[in-house]
């Protein structure tokens, strides 16, 4: 029988993961948490569809696009889109599919501009705050709901 599927969906300024703001986001890439997860992934018997945009529709076409193909949940780290998109909000709540929100940081401890999440509002759950590692905790959370 196939593995289920989780999508992963990075949006704007995570592909410069590693050398942006490091102090914030630390020095590992999108490559590596890919990496990771892939890792993680073969041991909790799941697949990894990692991707990433700096355009918010793509993320939006990516979201019905897990739930067409049946993914047993999404990682969605939407980046400033978090805090800005009903559009993303709204494609959350369309999909029956698992949603479940990442970030690196802990947007509640940083500028009140990213208090506010549209994403949060929809998301099944959210892991925020361990770094790398809160993909991997969330990966767990989609396999372990
Ligand atoms: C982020 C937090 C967001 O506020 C920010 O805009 C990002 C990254 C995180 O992973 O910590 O781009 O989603």
């Not at 593995?3 to 995570?14: D, F, I, M, Q, S």
């Not at 509640?108 to 892991?127: M, Q, T």
Request: overall charge negative; glycine content about 8%.
């Amino acid at each position: 029988m196939a593995k289920p599927v989780v999508y992963v969906l990075n949006g704007p300024n995570l592909n410069l993961l590693g050398t942006r703001e490091p102090e914030i986001y630390g020095t590992t890439t999108l490559d590596d948490i890919a990496g990771m997860l892939e890792d993680r992934a073969q041991e909790l018997g799941c697949e990894i569809e990692m991707r990433q945009s700096n355009h918010e529709g793509h993320l939006i076409d990516w979201l019905h696009e897990a739930q067409a193909e049946g993914a047993r949940a999404v990682l969605l780290n939407a980046g400033a889109y978090t805090h800005t998109s009903i559009a993303l909000h709204d494609a959350i709540k369309a999909i029956r599919t698992p949603v479940i929100e990442v970030h690196l940081s802990e947007p509640k401890e940083r500028e009140a501009f990213r208090h506010i999440s549209y994403v949060g509002l929809a998301a099944s759950d959210c892991v925020s705050g361990h770094g790398a590692q809160s993909y991997i905790i969330a990966l767990e959370k989609a396999m372990n709901p």
